[in-house]
């Protein structure tokens, strides 16, 4: 059995646990919310896609 998750919503599901546990308050979210927003826009989204693909695969063939 596959399960496949996005790395958005795997993302997101990280950042409302730390939110709701009181690890990261919410300004805090909003500042990494916002920063990741801005770093897509910039040349280094092509680079961070090609690292989060590759080690997307190298899990996927771990396991």
């Known amino acids: 059995m ?8 795997l ?5 409302a646990l730390l939110i709701r546990f009181r690890a990261v308050g919410v300004p805090a ?6 920063f990741g927003f801005y770093l897509s826009r910039t040349g280094a989204a092509d ?13 996927n063939d771990a396991g």
């Open 11 to 15: 993302f997101g599901l990280l950042l």
């Open 2 to 9: 596959t399960i496949t998750i996005t790395a958005l919503a």
């Open 29 to 34: 979210a909003v500042v990494a919310l916002l």
């Open 47 to 59: 680079s961070i896609d090609q690292i989060m693909a590759a080690l997307a695969d190298a899990v």
